[in-house]
């Protein structure tokens, strides 16, 4: 059974899977997080870089509404919960890793603060969507008002609909 955790943050749902039998690939970009983490690297995949629809760097901003708890940090810029310097962090193509993983996924977890419509798009470009049983998605939607954004969630909510995969919320 595979899990798919992306957006880990420091393992809440790590534990509870592993516990549960799953084979846990977990994606986590932020830096403060890889603490925590790391008691997990001998029982589960850790990628501590950020799915994304390439593979290299992006932009990574941090939260300034809670910057002492750290969450809800984004690779979206118009995500209104982030500051305005971002830091320079590793992603990972996630259609690539699914395909080269060439596993069936059980549950694919995306909690990405507003990048969880580019992470769907790859994996679909990418990756056979039939081999995916359940995505649970948590979208982000009421915190990012910028209209190129919206249109675009809309354009692959819009693809997702024409190919009857059913996004649970997260």
């Known amino acids: 059974m595979i899990y798919i955790d992306i957006g880990s943050q420091i393992g809440q749902e790590l534990e509870r899977?592993?516990?549960n039998g799953y084979e846990v690939h977990?994606?986590?970009?932020?830096?403060?997080?890889?603490?925590?983490?790391k008691k997990y690297e001998d029982r589960a995949t850790i990628n501590y870089a950020a799915a994304w629809d390439y593979d290299g760097e992006v932009d990574f901003y941090t939260?300034?509404?809670?910057p002492e708890r750290d969450v809800s940090?984004?690779?979206i810029k118009e995500n209104t919960n982030v500051g305005e310097e971002p830091l320079?962090?590793?992603?990972?193509?996630?259609?690539?890793?699914?395909k080269d993983l060439d596993k069936d996924i059980d549950v694919l977890k995306i909690d990405a603060e507003g990048a969880e419509y580019r992470?769907?798009?790859s994996i679909l470009d990418?990756?056979?969507y039939t081999r995916i049983?359940?995505?649970?998605?948590?979208?982000?939607?009421g915190y990012i008002y910028d209209k190129d954004w919206l249109d675009y969630r809309e354009k692959v909510l819009d693809r997702v609909k024409k190919l009857n995969i059913k996004l649970e919320n997260w």
Do not use: A
């Open 63 to 66: 939260n300034k509404v809670e």
């Open 17 to 19: 899977e592993l516990q």
């Open 133 to 141: 049983k359940q995505w649970l998605v948590e979208d982000h939607s």
């Open 126 to 128: 990418n990756f056979d």
């Open 119 to 121: 992470i769907i798009e």
């Open 73 to 75: 940090s984004s690779l």
């Open 26 to 37: 977990s994606f986590e970009p932020n830096p403060k997080h890889r603490k925590f983490l």
């Open 88 to 98: 320079k962090v590793p992603c990972i193509n996630i259609g690539r890793y699914l």
